[in-house]
């Protein structure tokens, strides 16, 4: 596709339940990185993909966030056991090169995650 | 801890002025600044990068200066668009790992 895409765009949870998002870089893009923003925050890591390998999850909240991408291109973002402060717009970004300090980050539109 | 700073307080101008928008950093210098746009309900989109031995880069209406000796950068929006209404958000690289760390973002507004 042209850009990052993200499914779905929103998503309501009921507390205690799990989820999964969805990533789909930039074809070819090596890296792909996933941010958690919060309303009126700007985007805070949580982990990073060099292709298949995952060389940082050190943003990952807890033990209940997990991310794949098992081939190296779509990746899924899930969260066990939904709470309330997992509410956010959690967002996707892909790279040509392998995490460069210059490299620029397309993003994608989000995922809105409510958790009631 | 290394933190990125962004004014906090909306930034509200009249079509044509320069908007000025400053981002402001703690503890090491980065060797790159990113600048983004962001829209509300999309994501970031990339506007312009500069590093730490440039001391000022312009794109079109847009330019952003780096003083590692203020740790600053302040990006200009010269004859500025209603269009131009946004978040900015101001980002770096940290000395290790691969992420971005963003600051909270300045929201600009302008009216005609």
């Known amino acids: 596709g042209a850009g990052v895409s993200q499914s779905p765009r929103y998503k309501v949870a009921k507390r205690g339940q799990d989820v999964a998002l969805r990533c789909d870089p930039i074809?070819?893009?090596?890296?792909l990185f996933w941010y958690q923003q919060a309303l009126g925050q700007g985007p805070e890591f949580l982990t990073y993909?060099?292709?298949?390998?995952?060389?940082?999850k050190s943003g990952l909240p807890s033990d209940r966030f997990f991310a794949e991408r098992p081939e190296g291109s779509v990746s899924t973002l899930k969260i066990q056991r939904t709470q309330q402060e997992d509410s956010a717009v959690y967002l996707c970004?892909?790279?040509?090169?392998?995490?460069?300090?210059?490299?620029?980050?397309?993003f994608g539109p989000g995922t809105r995650l409510t958790v009631l | 801890s290394q933190k990125i700073e962004q004014n906090s307080e909306a930034l509200n101008i009249q079509e044509g002025k320069t908007a000025t928008l400053t981002c402001n950093y703690t503890?090491?210098?980065?060797?790159?600044l990113q600048w983004y746009r962001q829209d509300p309900g999309r994501g970031p989109v990339f506007l312009l990068l500069?590093?730490?031995?440039?001391k000022e880069k312009r794109k079109e209406r847009l330019k952003v200066t780096f003083d590692t000796t203020l740790k600053q950068s302040l990006f200009h929006i010269t004859a500025s668009q209603p269009a131009d209404s946004a978040t900015y958000l101001c980002?770096?690289?940290?000395?290790?790992?691969?992420?971005?760390?963003f600051g909270k973002g300045t929201s600009l507004l302008v009216t005609p």
């Open positions: 503890n090491y210098s980065p060797a790159y």
């Open positions: 970004a892909s790279s040509l090169v392998a995490g460069g300090p210059s490299d620029t980050q397309y």
């Open positions: 074809s070819g893009h090596v890296s």
């Open positions: 980002a770096r690289r940290p000395n290790s790992g691969y992420a971005l760390n």
């Open positions: 500069i590093r730490e031995n440039e």
């Open positions: 993909f060099q292709n298949e390998a995952q060389l940082d």
